[in-house]
């Protein structure tokens, strides 16, 4: 019997994943938090966001499976059982749809969009230069599996792509840069910079004042990786100085963005409330039921994450 627990806060669709998981897994117990049951039984967890200390409760949890693909969510608890595999979901389904967001931002931008819709308010019929899509510079920030996906089809458009990843790579059609020493070099070609990064020890807070000056002047940001990779106030002080002539942000610092904050009123800020790409059980039970497939058969596990790093 494979005993597997679903924590998240979505409760709505526990009844979608018990019916797709027992499609596939056929001696499933399946329950779903807080309704564990014995706690020693749980072999398998699929979590989002679940409360600090509560995987810590599981005596024979044998693998965490995160319901996104980020899994800062799981590395943040402080308790969280060290000697237990996790693999994130690396769903195509969702990967389309964060492309499909960068594309929409970066086309915002530039065409010009952001100050075509101040004009439609102003009743101002006035036409605007348009740069050359291919002089357009696009700085794909973190390569894996969502920004290499963006960069291609960024690039199948006619834009000048450039990636920046923690390790070396070769993609065709796309210039790569690499680590702390190609990071200047990288920011100082990204008209338009799409982040697609991992929050990790090592990138929280990347985009602050002094990455934001090394942009070129009028870039544009689009974040839809997480809110704490970019310091707020920074970007804020950039949008006031025009040195970055606007953002498109998915994830924000704090999530709800309460209501007071600067961002929601700001001219030159699009905000949508972390929807870039959302988990389709539909899509997502394949690659998890492959998984915990693979636990069951001592086979390798796909998708595993390395805490060291963070992703
Ligand atoms: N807004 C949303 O709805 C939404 C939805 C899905 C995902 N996300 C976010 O998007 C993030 C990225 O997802 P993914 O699946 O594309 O991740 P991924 O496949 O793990 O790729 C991460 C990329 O970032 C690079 N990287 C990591 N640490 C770095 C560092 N210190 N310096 C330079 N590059 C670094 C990696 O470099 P290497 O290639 O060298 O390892 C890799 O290219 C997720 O972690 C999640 O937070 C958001």
Redesign the pocket.
Known sequence: MAVVLLVTPRTNEAADWARLLRARIHDLDFRVHPDSGEAGEVEIVLAWKPPHGLLARFPRLRLICSL?????HLLDDPDLPRSVPIV?L?DSN??E??SE?ALYAVLHFHRRFDVYERFQRERRWQELPLPHTRSRRVGV????????DCAHKLAALGFAVFG????P?RVPGITCL??ADG?TVFLAQSDILVI?????R??AG?LNERTLRALPQGSYVVN???GGLVIEKDLLASLDSGHIAGAFL??TEEEPLPADHPLWTHPNVRLTP?????TNPQTAVEPIAENIRRLRAGEPLHDLVDPA???
């Open positions: 996104g693909m980020g899994v800062d994130r690396v969702m990967i749809q964060m967001y920030m973190g390569m894996g599996a969502t920004g290499e920046w990843s923690r390790t790579k690499h680590g990071l697609c990064l991992p929050l990790t090592a990138t990347i839809m990786a997480r998915d994830v972390h929807i870039a790409g959302l790093l963070g992703y």
